[in-house]
């Protein structure tokens, strides 16, 4: 089964400064896509940023970047020029394979709670 | 263009009782699935559906049962409340076949007391 592990639960990171969310994964599957999230105080789940596990290059979204090591089977994201509207939770997860039903779900890590300083 | 709405947003609800929440999914989606996030954790899936039938189950007990319409819009129902049940409920919207992200809606929270 797939899994998800983010062992930082709470990372501090200085207004400007680059900060770098770590996420490693777990899967026997050739096919998977990876997904960050944020989660404000809010609750909703916004959409950041995908990674395919055959996609070359490291995904970017503006300040935004996935670190895709395959081998290392890690997809940590690194945010650049954090601000203070960056404070908040952030998800890892992964889109399981299709299976024969030819529907997928998400697996989610337990998450980063990210604090932004001035 | 209207994202994922859920609703309501915020639900008390006593032990032994039943709760239906609510979701349209983003214009254009097909699929409809609901998560389950208890307070620290991440999200846990329980359940898919497209074509108005459940395609797809996680762990959860059969207390936990769904619904999708003909507009795509589904209700997740709970019946026999427990106080475990306190959670952060969202529905995600995605088009069947789609390889890329889901859309979440921003959750209905439900405290059972």
């Known amino acids: 089964a797939q899994k998800i592990t983010q062992t930082q639960p709470g990372m501090f990171v200085q207004e400007k400064e680059a900060v770098t969310l770590d996420c490693t994964y777990d899967t026997s599957d050739q096919s998977y896509g990876l997904f960050w999230y944020k989660q404000p105080s809010s609750g909703e789940m916004i959409f950041l940023i995908y990674?395919?596990?055959?996609?070359?290059q490291n995904a970017t979204e503006g300040r935004y970047s996935l670190n895709f090591q395959k081998a290392r089977k890690s997809a940590n994201l690194v945010i650049s020029a954090s601000q203070l509207g960056d404070s908040a939770m952030y998800f890892c997860?992964?889109?399981?394979?299709?299976?024969?039903?030819?529907?997928?779900?998400?697996?989610f890590g337990t998450g980063t709670r990210l604090l932004v300083s001035p | 263009d209207a994202g994922v709405t859920q609703s309501p947003t915020h639900l008390i609800k006593t032990r032994g009782q039943q709760v239906t929440l609510r979701c349209s999914p983003k214009s254009g989606h097909d699929t409809v699935s609901w998560y389950q996030q208890a307070l620290g954790q991440g999200p846990q899936f329980i359940f898919q559906?497209?074509?108005?039938?459940?395609?797809q189950r996680g762990n959860f007990p059969d207390r936990f049962s769904g619904h999708q319409f003909p507009n795509y819009s589904s209700e997740l129902n709970v019946n026999a409340l427990l106080l475990g049940d306190s959670a952060l409920y969202l529905c995600?919207?995605?088009?069947?076949?789609?390889?890329?992200?889901?859309?979440f809606g921003q959750g209905t929270r439900l405290t059972v007391v």
């Open positions: 995600a919207s995605s088009l069947f076949g789609g390889q890329r992200e889901a859309f």
């Open positions: 559906y497209y074509e108005e039938e459940e395609r």
């Open positions: 990674q395919g596990s055959y996609d070359e």
């Open positions: 997860a992964m889109r399981e394979p299709r299976g024969s039903t030819g529907f997928q779900k998400l697996v």
